[in-house]
């Protein structure tokens, strides 16, 4: 349930007036606090204070209230009746659906073929991952797409590579037969991970070598047969290692491991949409469509469709991609994630999707996010200064999550210590502001103090046990709380809200915030009001076991949504 939206509903309802709820920062003078009468006042020309002296008994009239006072200048405090309140915390950890559920596309993940996962790709797989179960949790119809890397640039330089390798291997020969059996033509998976690092160094230096890469791109584009059979050879091993990473990171399966091979399908048919339209120009033996507008203030360069070797770029597969989205999903909006610097490229497509009159501009959406760096403040690299891999972060928070094990003297299994780490790993990047960069500490990260996912861990296993040692409980009818009771009542009642706001904005900080927040009051619960200490009454004892019970089911649900396992024991 969503207390505030229930509270803030009723009392506009009661007002005739559409007026903001607060939430106090210090609860003491009230749960939630109204500016309604300042206003209606400023509307009417009224003195703000006289008008809350005439409204504040019909507040004091609605059911749920137990008192309302007025502050300052004229706001209303307001304080829920604790027998309401229990019989709400009930309904706590229910999810509202959303009032208009929508078929949303959500692009994020989005792997290139032979270059292995690395850091840049950790916020689009950890936090896309999120917002694909926040708006399934809504009711919202999500549709994830992994828009693989798997046509363009790479390809050609990897497939250039391999033959630089194997000269003597027969992909690259005119008299290629298709039908030939080259089961016996292998590539170690660790291996491909390094081919495309090279060749691209290469490419810089070696001129002919990026022209004859950038042909086979092209003749691969157009279905040439060896470069093909090749291609099929190494795609699948490439998709299973980055299978291997999307697990280890638990994340929900894709719905599609569409990329962008699949959009280069519907090339031929864009292509002739734009042609009708006019929209295709002809640039230095390029084709090219115009997005530029007068009132643009910044560069707007056109968007490249087939460059001048008569290949298809990215900016164009994304194009066919979304043509694709439409014909298949027909979905209301189409939410990509990636890193801001792909900000221009996502603005020109939204410019040809308007063009194609395929999306309104608001159906599309881009959420740029910021860069992990060092503690220098420079995009993290590793130790040989190169850029991190995704599996060797995994790894490092993974050595660092068992010296902090270590240290605690705790003692517990590999299986423990890998959700201890991956926790650490998500809960860290889920909890800052999606949009701005953040420094990767794996030794703070994994602490067990402060705002880890380990803390919250720790908090749901507390939890738990509390739960298992209690054995079953009565629910009692009624309850009067203390403050440290009231407080985590009032927080968990909040989580419905939360859940809506993080998918509306677009913020996973707040879920993961929230949960931080959470796990406080649940601690300074657990610390001044025991439990199951033996001279603790029997009613007071159901009424803590019945708020752990609630607690521990918002917690769950709260740790699912953010992709985290709790293990049985910390
Ligand atoms: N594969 C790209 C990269 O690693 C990201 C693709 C994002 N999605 C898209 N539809 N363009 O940078």
Redesign the pocket.
């Known amino acids: 349930m969503n207390l505030y939206k229930y509270v803030s509903e009723k009392i506009n309802e009661k007002l005739g007036f559409d007026a903001k709820l607060e939430i106090p920062r210090n609860r003491e003078f009230g749960d939630f606090s109204t500016n309604a009468a300042m206003v209606m006042a400023r509307s009417a020309g009224k003195n703000p204070r006289e008008l809350a002296t005439d409204i504040l008994p019909k507040i004091q009239e609605l059911d749920f209230v137990e008192s309302a006072s007025i502050a300052g200048p004229g706001f209303i405090n307001l304080k829920i009746r604790d027998d309401f309140l229990w019989r709400a915390a009930h309904t706590a950890a229910s999810i509202t659906p959303a009032a208009t559920p929508l078929v949303i596309d959500m692009?994020?993940g989005?792997?290139?073929v032979a270059?292995s996962l690395h850091i840049?790709?950790m916020r689009?797989s950890i936090v896309g991952d999120v917002l694909y179960r926040l708006g399934r949790a809504l009711g919202h119809k999500m549709i994830s797409?992994n828009?693989?890397?798997d046509w363009g640039r790479p390809m050609g330089l990897v497939i250039a590579w391999i033959e630089k390798l194997h000269p003597d291997w027969p992909f690259f020969g005119v008299n290629f037969d298709p039908r030939g059996d080259y089961s016996k033509y292998t590539i170690d998976p660790r291996e491909l991970d390094t081919y495309y690092p090279k060749a691209s160094a290469l490419a810089k230096e070696d001129e002919a070598f990026l022209a004859h890469a950038q042909q086979i791109t092209a003749e691969l584009q157009n279905g040439h047969a060896g470069y093909t059979a090749l291609y099929n050879i190494f795609l699948p091993i490439a998709l299973a290692s980055m299978d291997r990473t999307i697990k280890s990171l638990n994340i929900v399966p894709f719905d599609n491991d569409l990329?962008e091979r699949n959009a280069a399908k519907y090339t031929k048919d864009v292509e002739k949409i734009l042609r009708d339209k006019n929209l295709l120009e002809p640039s230095d033996g390029a084709e090219v469509v115009v997005v530029k507008r007068d009132e643009d203030k910044k560069p707007m360069p056109p968007v490249m469709f087939y460059n001048s070797r008569g290949a298809v770029t990215?900016d164009a597969t994304?194009i066919m991609?979304l043509y694709y989205r439409k014909k298949t999903d027909n979905p209301d909006k189409v939410i990509?994630l990636?890193?801001k610097r792909?900000s221009l490229?996502?603005e020109q497509l939204f410019r040809v999707a308007e063009l194609l009159k395929m999306f309104p501009a608001d159906a599309l959406e881009h959420i740029g996010y910021g860069t992990i760096n060092g503690a220098d403040g420079k995009p993290f690299k590793t130790r040989d200064g190169n850029v991190a891999e995704l599996n060797d972060i995994i790894e490092m928070v993974g050595v660092a999550a068992r010296e902090r094990v270590a240290e605690s003297g705790k003692k517990l299994d590999d299986e423990t210590i890998d959700m201890i780490a991956l926790a650490a790993l998500k809960f860290n990047d889920l909890s800052h502001d999606l949009r701005a960069d953040y420094i990767f500490d794996p030794a703070q990260i994994t602490s067990f103090e402060g705002r880890t996912g380990p803390y919250i861990l720790y908090t749901a296993v507390r939890l738990n046990s509390v739960l298992r040692r209690a054995g079953k409980f009565a629910t009692p009818d009624t309850a009067k709380f203390e403050s440290d009771e009231r407080n985590l009542i009032m927080e968990l009642l909040d989580f419905d809200r939360t859940v809506q706001s993080a998918f509306d904005s677009r913020a996973t900080d707040l879920v993961a915030n929230y949960t931080y927040d959470l796990c406080q009051l649940i601690n300074t619960f657990y610390h001044n009001c025991p439990i199951l200490r033996e001279d603790i009454p029997a009613d007071t004892r159901a009424t803590r076991l019945t708020l752990v019970q609630i607690a521990t089911d918002v917690l769950t649900k709260a740790l699912d949504l953010m992709g985290l396992k709790i293990p049985n024991e910390m």
């Open positions: 692009d994020y989005a792997y290139n270059k840049g790709h689009t797409y828009h693989i890397g990329g990215y994304d991609a990509y990636t890193d792909q490229h996502f």
